[in-house]
T-cell receptor, first 114, second 114 residues
Framework: DQQVKQNSPSLSVQEGRISILNCDYTNSMFDYFLWYKKYPAEGPTFLISISSIKDKNEDGRFTVFLNKSAKHLSLHIVPSQPGDSAVYFCAASTTGGATNKLIFGTGTLLAVQP | DTEVTQTPKHLVMGMTNKKSLKCEQHMGHRAMYWYKQKAKKPPELMFVYSYEKLSINESVPSRFSPECPNSSLLNLHLHALQPEDSALYLC?????????????FGPGTRLTVT
């Protein structure tokens, strides 16, 4: 059972435009969400996170939006740059327990065209 | 500094070999993790250490044996692996478990079992 889903395996965007990556989850116990960026043969790099008490968090060109009622989050990258081309994973966890187990989505390959 | 280091970068081993993967962080984090990532799949949690004690084993076969010698180091001892164990093994760390904190990943060890 895939608790975290990224339904778009790939996305292509022109340089300078907005990239919007989407993520859906099914477990209502998740209360902390993260986005990671991954280049081939490297580990995931943390980008931005959001707690379930917020609906938006912004860090430079990256903004994450959380819609708890729809169990949906999205990552906006503005403006997109060629160096942003990578696989983006969303991840979710339930805090307060004995582990910060991250459940990852299947990833979206973003290609930013110059 | 948000660096997690892993050695070796690549490892090829036979099914009768014994080898170890090493992970190190100097961020003062007290939680460390091992993940396994197969090609075109998201990372999957294997083990969690909290304050140098094993807190989570995600039903991993005993041919994988984790060890946390101190708060900065995490090892994964490998013995009698199978070809299907070939994957990217990722180490991560975070401040503590139970709170909303991001996990920082190392670059991974690419393991091939022949």
């Amino acid at each position: 059972d895939q608790q975290v889903k990224q339904n778009s395996p790939s996305l292509s965007v022109q340089e300078g435009r907005i990239s919007i990556l989407n993520c859906d989850y099914t477990n209502s116990m998740f209360d902390y969400f993260l986005w990671y960026k991954k280049y081939p043969a490297e580990g995931p790099t943390f980008l931005i996170s959001i707690s379930s008490i917020k609906d938006k968090n912004e860090d430079g060109r990256f903004t994450v939006f959380l819609n708890k009622s729809a169990k949906h989050l999205s990552l906006h990258i503005v403006p997109s740059q060629p160096g942003d081309s990578a696989v983006y994973f969303c991840a979710a966890s339930t805090t307060g327990g004995a582990t910060n187990k991250l459940i990852f989505g299947t990833g979206t390959l973003l290609a930013v065209q110059p | 500094d948000t660096e997690v280091t892993q050695t070796p970068k690549h490892l090829v081993m036979g099914m009768t070999n014994k080898k170890s993967l090493k992970c190190e962080q100097h961020m003062g984090h007290r939680a460390m993790y091992w993940y396994k990532q197969k090609a075109k799949k998201p990372p999957e949690l294997m083990f969690v250490y909290s304050y140098e004690k094993l807190s989570i084993n995600e039903s991993v076969p005993s041919r994988f044996s984790p060890e946390c010698p101190n708060s900065s180091l995490l090892n994964l001892h490998l013995h009698a692996l199978q070809p299907e164990d070939s994957a990217l093994y990722l180490c991560a760390s975070s401040q503590v478990v139970g709170l909303s904190t991001e996990q920082y990943f190392g670059p991974g060890t690419r393991l091939t079992v022949t």
